[in-house]
Nanobody, 122 residues
Framework: QVQLVESGGGLVQAGGSLRLSCAAS????????MGWYRQAPGKQRELVAA???????DYADSVKGRFAISRDSAKNTVYLQMNSLKPEDTAVYYC????????????????WGQGTQVTVSP
C-alpha cells in the first residue's frame, strides 16, 4: 500500500508564492514520474507539472516561467514552487506518482494524493 500526502496549500494574494510538498510512503521500491495536477470548480483536472526519475520536467503553458517542480528522491518527495500566482491558479492541487512496489516486477501503479486547496485572491 502506498500513500501520497500533500501539504502547503492555502490562501495567498495575487503575485504571491506558495510551495506545495507531496511525500510518498508505504510499499515503494522505485518512484518513476511524479507530477502535480489541478482541478478548478467546473473544470477538468489538468496537468500542471511533471518530473521524471531522471529529472526531466514538463509544464503546462499557463505556468511556464512561474512554477518549478523538483523532487528529493531520498525523501520520496516532490515539490511545486509556485510564484507570481494569479487568481486563475485557484484550484485543488493533486499529487500524482507512478510507483513500482516490487523489485521482482517491472509493473507500476499510479497513485493520487487527497488534494490541497490553493486559493489566490485578486
Amino acid at each position: 500500500q502506498v500513500q501520497l500526502v500533500e501539504s502547503g496549500g492555502g490562501l495567498v494574494q495575487a503575485g504571491g508564492s506558495l510551495r506545495l510538498s507531496c511525500a510518498a510512503s508505504g510499499s515503494i521500491f522505485r518512484i518513476n514520474a511524479m507530477g502535480w495536477y489541478r482541478q478548478a470548480p467546473g473544470k477538468q483536472r489538468e496537468l500542471v507539472a511533471a518530473i521524471t526519475s531522471g529529472g526531466n520536467t514538463d509544464y503546462a503553458d499557463s505556468v511556464k516561467g512561474r512554477f518549478a517542480i523538483s523532487r528529493d528522491s531520498a525523501k520520496n518527495t516532490v515539490y511545486l514552487q509556485m510564484n507570481s500566482l494569479k487568481p486563475e491558479d485557484t484550484a485543488v492541487y493533486y499529487c500524482n506518482a507512478d510507483i513500482r512496489s516490487r523489485p521482482w516486477s517491472s509493473s507500476s501503479q499510479n497513485y493520487w494524493g487527497q488534494g490541497t486547496q490553493v486559493t489566490v485572491s485578486p
